[in-house]
């Protein structure tokens, strides 16, 4: 296959180009939240996360602390005596019934209209077929004759198997890396078909934001969009558990800006 | 006392048999408690080393310890016979035992069924286990066993179907008797209005059980069919859809997690007031609490899956029904907390786990919250942020709230009072354990590791580790409980008939341990 060959060396640029722009990320909060992303849509997932994050904490201090304060002041070692007599109060029962409704709705609101955005397919530039199979992925171009397959790197399936001997620290992207990862331009709306041949998987690169599931027999769709500032690539793996080799099979983008993507898509098509 | 004549009056043929027979032919709800809650906790062990396993396979990048197909099925085991073998036959004993002691009966209305349904599950679980012992090992596509990925199970397909049909007719028969039980045989004055509220929970839960479970017995039987007879209804080369199986499941699957919780809600409404000294607050508020969780766990199933692709109406009523089962939970927690409020609190062992549970199982809910928001979920699905929520809810949550009601009812089955030094350790290595195990799995999954892998990128190793050793410490603190068991069923000081201080309820009434049969004659009610 002289596609494969050909284009190894492009991951290897972009990843590094990536790992570049990506570390300052990297070394706060990357390790214990959800990756702000790369996309419109993975933004607006972050902040509604932290919107929800910061809600919750708020609840906790107010619930956790009235909790709190009962055990400490109404110890029995302190001598409390019992108020057996406090059974009801119909204006708290209500208003602790009432106001976590309207909270919740409130909460619930702002999905409304992001769920349309990311269900709206129009003005996409690019589609991209995606098929799950046991245990790789294939991506084609729809109406541009690309097509290939994408499979865990050698370097990762050899340090991955039992008693290999080699140590996974000493992997570069250790079962995040792909012989062939899927190129698409920055900054352009991309439809994704989601579908697979075998058993359910599910494509999922957190940066996007996004994950679906690709079922055998149907086709789902999903969009992407990667910043036109943010070339790069990308890594996630496969979200839904889809037998033996499920944590082995993980995706690689690489985000190009348009031109060089066009050139890329070119040399493809003429090799293809 | 209605206890006191019972002896004279009736005889020996009343005792129970000697040795192994006993078990095999007891009718008492007290013998038929007793076996299921030793079998729970058999298989708590037993599932609980599939899970240490897990946690040690992860305590570094790469494969150390088994195959990733090993792997698959350990995950898969762990969760059927926690949920199914651990965490429901408890409450089930639990519910056998205390029922009847709550409503003032002489034993379950259909002892024979009772019986019946414990040796049900018992074979069922030994259908199970076996599996992993058939060529092509255990099942080993998740306890979801969605399709197409089920029907790639090898000889331990029917047979885990099998084991699952025998399950089910178990928990059905169980919640029928339970159903006929409390609404037939209460004792005299005892309204419903006036029941105990771990009795309430029960009936809620019994009519859950039977809604639901013929339900997955009918999915997993069309499993079958498309296994052996070539039906389509999960293949979509013959017109099926694999989808569907996913509602089917999450329609028996939601009510489940209720099923699994509402007696937990039940037990903390028990153990709250005793040691607050204080009657619940807000009782009617909490009944209707659990009729109306109850009653959302049908229609909110769809939000485990959607990352399916649901029409955008689906999606928005998944979420918006999900969050509001958080305004009856929320109401539950907030009566727990005012009735600790102005009461007169102490620290004993069934309390410390409940107040446990009331700290820990909120933050399962806020997790909760957070999922049920789906453009989020997009984000969170199939992570470790999952797998921490339910962790969450379900042990500090439902396992703590079965071991605070061990700590509660144990004096009143043995007749004997319990090491509280080994309790108080066994509670504060447990509580702080749980939390090294799972809050770092938060991180995990908002990180971006997803579920269900026995090897992981790198950069995840840390915090792996620390669920790990958080994992070997719960799974070895939980030894502690065992032995406190077993000394306690042994000897030790004698328990009195109250037990606790401020004991409110029937089953304080009658003598500790409690006798072999009770309320022959219906107590009175003040």
């Excluded at chain 1, 769709?221 to 944590?247: F, N, Q």
């Excluded at chain 2, 259909?110 to 092509?136: D, E, H, K, Q, Y």
């Excluded at chain 2, 089920?150 to 007719?169: D, R």
């Excluded at chain 2, 919780?261 to 037990?267: E, H, N, R, V």
């Amino acid at each position: 296959m002289s596609i494969v060959k050909r284009n190894s060396k492009l991951p290897a640029t972009a990843g590094a180009l990536a790992a570049l722009t990506a570390m300052p990320a990297l070394a706060d909060w990357s390790r214990l939240n959800m990756p702000k992303g790369v996309s419109e849509l993975s933004r607006e997932i972050y902040d509604m996360h932290m919107i929800m994050v910061w809600i919750c904490l708020g609840i906790a201090v107010v619930t956790f602390g009235a909790m709190i304060l009962a055990m400490i002041r109404f110890r029995k070692s302190k001598g409390a005596v019992a108020d057996t007599k406090l059974l009801h109060n119909a204006r708290l029962e209500a208003a602790w019934t009432l106001v976590p409704t309207i909270i919740l709705i409130a909460m619930a609101i702002p999905s409304v209209d992001k769920l349309i955005k990311i269900e709206d397919m129009s003005g996409s530039r690019l589609t991209v077929k995606v098929t799950g199979y046991q245990w790789y992925w294939q991506y084609e171009y729809l109406g541009k004759g690309v097509s290939f397959y994408s499979r865990l790197a050698r370097t990762s399936d050899l340090a991955r198997q039992r008693g290999s001997g080699i140590d996974p620290n000493t992997v570069e992207n250790y079962l995040l890396e792909v012989d062939k990862p899927l190129v698409v331009p920055t900054g352009t709306k991309i439809r994704l078909l989601l579908t697979a041949n075998d058993v359910i998987h599910a494509w999922w690169v957190p940066d996007f934001g996004m994950k679906r599931d690709a079922i055998p027999g149907f086709m789902n769709e999903m969009w992407i969009s990667v910043d036109a500032d943010k070339p790069g690539t990308y890594r996630g793996k496969c979200a839904e558990l889809c037998g033996a080799d499920h944590g082995f099979m993980p995706i690689v983008v690489v985000a190009m800006p348009p031109a060089e993507f066009e050139a890329w898509l070119a040399q493809q098509m003429a090799t293809e | 006392m209605a206890h006191g004549n019972e002896a004279a009056g009736h005889g020996d043929h009343h005792g129970p048999p000697k040795g192994f027979t006993r078990w095999l032919t007891t009718t008492n709800h007290k013998d038929i408690g007793t076996m299921y809650l030793v079998f729970s906790l058999t298989m708590f062990l037993i599932s609980g080393l599939f899970a240490m396993l897990i946690r040690a396979e992860l305590f570094q990048p790469g494969l150390q310890l088994v195959d990733p197909g090993f792997y698959n099925q350990l995950t898969t085991m762990h969760a059927l016979i926690m949920v199914f073998g651990a965490v429901m036959p408890a409450t089930v004993g639990l519910a056998n035992w205390m029922v009847p002691l709550q409503i003032g009966a002489a034993d379950m209305a259909l002892p024979r069924m009772n019986l019946f349904s414990f040796w049900l599950l018992f074979f069922a679980f030994m259908l199970l286990i076996s599996t992993l012992f058939v060529p092509g090992g255990a099942p080993a596509s998740g306890w979801t066993l969605y399709p197409p990925l089920v029907l790639q199970t090898g000889n331990a397909f029917p047979m885990a179907v099998f084991a699952i049909h025998l399950m089910g007719a178990s928990s059905i028969m169980g919640a029928i008797n339970i159903i006929v039980t409390i609404v037939n045989m209460r004792a005299p004055g005892m309204t419903l209005l006036k029941m105990p509220l771990f009795s309430w929970s029960w009936l809620i839960t019994a009519y859950l059980l039977i809604a639901v479970m013929p339900v997955f017995a009918g999915g997993v039987t069309m499993l079958l069919t498309d296994y052996y007879f070539h039906t389509s209804f999960f293949n979509a080369a013959g017109g099926g859809d694999p989808v569907l199986f996913q509602h089917v499941f999450w329609f028996f699957g939601h009510p489940e997690v209720y099923i699994m919780i509402l007696p937990a809600f039940g037990i903390i409404s028990e153990i709250i007031p005793t040691f607050s000294r204080k009657p619940i607050f807000g009782y009617e508020a909490m009944v209707y609490a659990i009729a109306s969780i109850g009653f959302l766990s049908f229609i909110v199933w769809a939000h485990h899956m959607f990352t399916v692709g649901m029409p955008l109406a689906g999606q928005l009523f998944f979420t918006l029904s999900t969050m509001l089962i958080a305004v009856p939970t929320g109401v539950k927690i907030f009566n727990w907390t005012a009735t600790m409020w102005r009461g007169s609190i102490s620290f004993e062992p069934p309390m410390l786990f409940a107040l446990a549970f009331l700290f820990l199982f909120t933050i399962g809910g806020f997790s909760g919250l957070m999922v049920a928001i789906v453009p989020a979920d997009f984000q969170y699905h199939d992570t470790y942020f999952v797998v921490a929520h339910f962790h969450y809810v379900l042990v500090p949550g439902a396992v703590f709230a079965i071991m605070a009601a061990v700590y509660y009812w144990l004096p009143k089955w043995t007749g004997h009072m319990y090491d509280m030094t080994i309790a108080k350790w066994h509670f504060w290595l447990t509580a702080i354990f749980v939390n090294v195990l799972f809050f770092p799995q938060h991180f995990l999954g908002l990180a971006g590791m997803q579920r269900r892998i026995p090897d992981y990128p790198t950069q995840f190793t840390d915090w792996n580790m620390v669920s790990s050793i958080g994992g070997f410490g719960f799974g070895l603190s939980q030894l502690l409980f065992v032995w406190l068991i077993i000394r306690c069923v042994k000897g030790g000081e004698r328990a009195t008939a109250g037990v606790w201080d401020w004991p409110h309820g029937l089953e304080w009434t009658v003598p500790s341990p409690a006798p072999y049969h009770t309320f022959e004659k219906a107590p009175e009610l003040h």
